[in-house]
């Protein structure tokens, strides 16, 4: 069973986060995914 993560943002974030995960084509867990991957530097 997976874990459920929740977090409020302001609409304007809302807003800027829906944007771009519809241009992508994403869902909110592969928007979530991809940023990670984005930040990812393999440090700890």
Request: aromatic share 10%.
């Amino acid at each position: 069973m997976g874990t459920e993560i929740r977090f409020e943002v302001d609409d304007e974030q809302y807003e800027r986060l829906k944007a771009i995960k519809d241009k992508r084509g994403y869902t909110w867990k592969g928007l979530m995914l991809e940023g990670v991957e984005a930040l990812d530097t393999g440090e700890p």
